[in-house]
């Protein structure tokens, strides 16, 4: 009858779920209904889901079919009538009763979601069964836990969370209490899934419960949490951006978060100024309504003695205008009559008027005054000012800037500095030297110098399409510097100031195309490296000294850290060296190094220097200049010496590191850091960083292949990396670990994981492999082209002369295999550079890396484990003996407690699962019986740890085993458990020791 009359289907099942049925014909039951699941009737699905899960024999092979099976939209279809809408929420509410009521389906569709390796193999209904299982089970942590890794290993993509908001809307809207509670607890977490989930409920829900997802971003921006405040205020940014008029009604929320200006940062309040002047300005008439209590708000600040609220009251002026300007751009680009210039006279004048406000209130503080000129940059870059704006911007500026900081050189060349063009009649220099002498002179106060020109250049280029010709002169014109007998500080002050105005000139021309032009780039590039280190070899003998702020949207900065080393007596026939001084004063003059230089009492530790807050950012475009490669002869023009090029890649991974990477965060943290020096840099999303890094990709590569060449070349032995007779060697082997490790950073971006975005990784790859050879690969397969790039980028293992650029090659490569299918390759790679000889002092971060990845990317970690344990076969012998036994024992411990995790869930046979415990359980003994030989807190502290993890998991997966096993297999148990015991006596030892020894940090780890 089932099979005859499918309209009685409901009925027939639902009188079959109430009988006692055989098992055998129970399963066969199932079996016919999971498979008619597919091509079902959607008002039949909830009693066919309500039969199959009232009626599991096992759990984890039913839920993996219905995962498989059941499909809301089976013919593909984006949009859902509201009849099928009431049958899709009918049946999520079945499997809500039945995961309600037996726990071990609700864990067995969860094992099932975390072992789906494809984000291909995801369906919205794992979403979906997820927010249901949230909303009833009492390990609500798990599911959060669960999420954060999928959303972590890219496999819960936004477009899976669109599909399953668009397609499931009134499902979201029945458990949008549930989805808000998951969206609150994702916000602790790095990933912006979190983020993306607010995003599509405020979409998707109407009324009070839209109004809920605001108030739980507001709540998150008042939560005093950087991370959280950072995210809330994202997400808020993007809906008022996109829909403005949708989020207008709950302007009165985004106002009140002005009373939580004691936890915003100067970044902040830009975010939540946008906010707040797009609605008033984009809102209609519901937002129109906020205008004046902002703009009473701004004269407010402005008008204060406070320099925060000074510098509060001109981050919202600029958003005011930014706001205006696009209102603006957007009704001219409306179809329509063009606006007449009386139309747009009131706007224009409003934001004129804002903006000589801001100015007149700040002249008398630069650190405000500075801030205006930045934010207004910003502004002044995205090109939706009204011309007439700009025009005044740019005429108010030049007469600003030529006024206080340019002077004619005339009776002043000796104490010109850097000078790149022959000086004639009527020639500018900059007027460094006496603004800092006379910085008592607030309105032309030498703070402002870079902001100004910053602004006066991105409005020339804005208006003259992108010509520098009205201020190329300042490019090569020379530096007045203060007097060779100033004070130290005063000479300090002033290098700060110049290494900042080379920042802005090089961020300036770095984009013309004029070979001259290109030449003086690349040698203020060389001058701010060179200051750079004259600075820092300054410093210790200027106790206290903080420089001048350059990043003036940070509210505090951190001084700068300087360690002195003991005081001894100078090496025989050293001397007082001195900074090195040319003709035109490229170099500090020697009168001022002998004041400020003494080196041989002061050491500075490396690395030791915060820089940040007070260097101007340098922009993407100046990572450009990289066509011009290495060279290694000092004193060159045509390119950048080794140690030069690696300054410029640091800044790029830093850079790259900042806007791409998802580093790990503590959850708890209130206060972070936040690294200042990326404010230009924010402005621009992943997608196009990703974009620009294309073009330079090129370069980048052929710097890899000049720094292999140079090793093979020079025939260096990673034993000889560090000899004091091959300096360049050790810079080199920098660079090329730099280089490879900004490669990893973009290659591991989640984003190319996302549809939108599958040609970006296309062409990253297709530029790897053509270096390769000419190729038909143009619009290759990504798998075919992953597999070009990993050959090429393997060659360069031979050239490898040191650990760090070692770990950073295999790093990128294990990234590539995944995405190459090239993984056993990895493992070999990693293996050839365990067994390699390196130098005593070499990394040990670089160590445990290797080993993690030799034994990751194996394809039975447990051999691999057996054959690293196994001292008398094993080839890794070199490797063990220079490792730390902490290190050693830790890693081997954490692919142990993986490897017993995973065999909990194996489906293999009782006898091979047998095999694989044995296995596992000697290994274990193997790795404690090398803590016992050791006993040093840190490994006692290792086997503590991961000790019970591994015993968890065997209880909970080998004993069933054992148990099933025994009496076929008496001998074999008993030899394991033996084995076993001896394992945990020594873990009770260890417990009881430090118990005894107090060590608090050891009895933390004790069950």
């Not at 063009?338 to 100015?359: F, G």
């Not at 090496?571 to 003059?589: D, F, Q, V, W, Y």
């Amino acid at each position: 009858l089932l099979c005859e009359n499918t309209e009685e289907t409901p009925a027939i099942l639902e009188a079959l779920g109430n009988l006692y049925m055989d098992t055998t014909l129970v399963i066969e039951m199932q079996t016919r209904v999971l498979s008619s699941l597919k091509s079902a009737d959607v008002a039949h699905l909830p009693m066919l889901v309500k039969y199959v899960l009232n009626n599991v024999t096992s759990q984890d092979s039913v839920v993996s079919s219905l995962r498989e099976s059941l499909d809301f939209c089976p013919l593909g279809n984006t949009a859902t009538s509201k009849t099928e809408e009431d049958y899709q929420l009918l049946t999520v509410n079945e499997i809500k009763n039945s995961v309600r009521f037996d726990k071990r389906i609700g864990e067995a569709w969860c094992r099932a979601i975390e072992n789906t390796r494809s984000p291909s193999e995801h369906k919205p209904l794992d979403l979906i069964f997820l927010v249901v299982w949230y909303s009833v089970c009492q390990r609500q942590k798990a599911v959060e836990l669960l999420v954060r890794s999928k959303a972590r290993q890219g496999h819960f993509t936004p477009s899976l969370l669109a599909v399953m908001f668009n397609n499931h809307g009134q499902v979201m809207r029945a458990y949008a209490g549930t989805v808000l509670q998951l969206a609150q607890a994702l916000m602790w977490c790095t990933e912006p899934f979190g983020s993306h989930l607010y995003k599509r409920a405020f979409l998707c829900f109407e009324g009070s419960m839209r109004q809920e997802v605001v108030v739980n971003l507001v709540t998150h921006v008042g939560s005093g949490i950087t991370s959280q405040m950072d995210a809330a205020l994202s997400v808020l940014t993007h809906l008022v951006q996109e829909h403005p008029r949708t989020v207008a009604p709950f302007g009165a929320f985004f106002k009140s978060m002005l009373d939580f200006v004691h936890n915003l940062g100067l970044y902040q309040f830009r975010s939540l100024f946008t906010l707040i002047a797009t609605v008033a300005y984009r809102g209609g008439s519901e937002g129109g309504m906020f205008r004046d209590e902002f703009h009473v708000y701004i004269h407010k600040m402005l008008s204060s003695f406070c320099p925060r609220s000074q510098r509060v009251g001109v981050v919202g002026a600029l958003m005011a205008v930014q706001a205006m300007a696009t209102m603006n751009s957007r009704e001219n680009n409306e179809p329509g009559p063009v606006n007449s210039s009386v139309t747009l006279a009131p706007a224009l004048q409003e934001a004129i008027e804002l903006l000589e406000l801001c100015r007149s209130s700040t002249l008398a503080a630069p650190h405000a005054l500075g801030l205006f000129y930045d934010e207004l940059s910003r502004v002044v870059v995205l090109k939706q000012l009204h011309h007439r704006v700009k025009a005044w911007i740019g005429d108010t500026m030049i007469t600003d800037f030529q006024d206080n900081y340019v002077v004619d050189v005339d009776g002043m060349s000796s104490e010109l500095r850097f000078g790149l063009d022959n000086l004639p009649d009527g020639a500018i220099a900059l007027n460094l030297g006496h603004l800092v002498e006379a910085e008592q002179s607030t309105t032309s106060s030498a703070l402002t110098l870079c902001p100004l020109f910053r602004l006066l250049r991105v409005t020339e280029q804005v208006l003259h399409g992108d010509s520098l010709e009205a201020v190329d002169a300042l490019l090569g014109c020379p530096v007045l510097f203060p007097r060779s007998d100033s004070a130290k500080t005063l000479t300090c002050t002033a290098t700060f100031y110049c290494i900042n105005w080379f920042r802005e000139l090089v961020n300036g021309f770095c984009g013309t195309g004029d070979s001259s032009i290109r030449e003086k780039v690349v040698d203020r590039i060389k001058r701010i490296i060179e200051l750079q280190n004259c600075v820092e070899k300054w410093l210790p003998a200027i106790p206290g000294y903080v420089p001048p702020l350059a990043v003036l949207d940070v509210d505090s900065a951190r001084p700068l850290t300087v360690v002195a080393a003991k005081r001894g007596k100078p090496a025989k026939g050293s001397k007082k060296r001195k900074l090195s001084s040319e003709e035109n004063g490229a170099h500090c003059s020697e009168e001022k190094s002998d004041e400020l230089e003494d080196t041989d009492s002061c050491h500075v530790t490396e690395g030791k220097f915060y820089w940040s807050p007070y260097v101007r950012e340098f922009d993407l475009g100046v990572f450009e200049v990289l066509c011009m490669g290495l060279q290694y002869k000092e004193g060159g023009t045509t390119g950048f010496s080794p140690k030069e090029m690696l300054f410029l890649l640091d800044d790029l991974n830093a850079k790259l590191d900042h806007s791409l990477s998802t580093g790990k965060r503590l959850p708890f943290k209130d206060k972070e850091i936040v690294e200042p020096g990326f404010s230009n840099l924010a402005s621009q999303s992943p997608c196009n960083i990703i974009i620009f890094f294309l073009r330079i990709l090129p370069h980048l590569l052929s710097i890899l292949e000049e720094t292999s060449s140079y090793f093979q070349l020079h025939d260096v032995e990673p034993t000889s990396i560090e000899e004091v007779s091959a300096e360049n060697n050790k810079d080199v082997s920098l660079c090329m670990a730099r280089l490879l490790t900004i490669l990893h950073c973009v290659l591991a971006w989640n984003g190319f994981d996302s549809p939108d975005h599958r040609d970006l990784l296309r062409e990253m790859l297709r530029t790897i492999s053509s270096r390769v050879g000419s190729t038909q690969l143009t619009q290759g397969h990504v798998l075919q082209l992953g597999r070009r790039s990993f050959s090429y980028l393997s060659a360069f293992v031979d050239s490898v002369c040191d650990l760090e650029s070692g770990a950073a090659l295999v790093r990128l490569l294990s990234c590539l295999a995944h995405r190459a299918e090239m993984e056993p390759c990895v493992q070999d790679i990693a293996r050839r550079f365990l067994c390699r000889d390196w130098p005593p002092r070499s990394s040990t971060a670089a160590l445990q890396m290797l080993l993690n990845t030799f034994l990751s990317e194996s394809p039975s970690v447990l051999k691999a484990l057996e054959d690293i344990v196994d001292e008398e076969s094993s080839d890794l012998r070199g490797f063990l003996n220079r490792c730390s036994p902490s290190i050693y024992c830790k890693t081997l411990f954490i692919q142990l407690v993986d490897c017993a995790k995973a065999l909990s869930f194996d489906t293999s046979s009782e006898d091979r699962q047998l095999e694989k415990w044995n296995l596992a359980v000697a290994i274990f003994h193997k790795v404690l019986t090398t803590v016992k030989n050791d006993a040093v807190r840190a490994n006692l502290s290792a086997a503590l740890r991961f000790g019970r993890f591994f015993l968890e998991h065997f209880l909970r997966g080998g004993m069933p085993v054992l148990d099933a096993q025994f009496k076929s297999c008496p001998m074999e148990v008993q030899a394991l458990l033996k084995n076993l015991q001896q394992g945990t006596r020594f873990l009770q030892h260890a417990c009881g020791h430090s118990k005894v020894m107090k060590d608090v940090g050891l009895t933390g780890q004790v069950p």
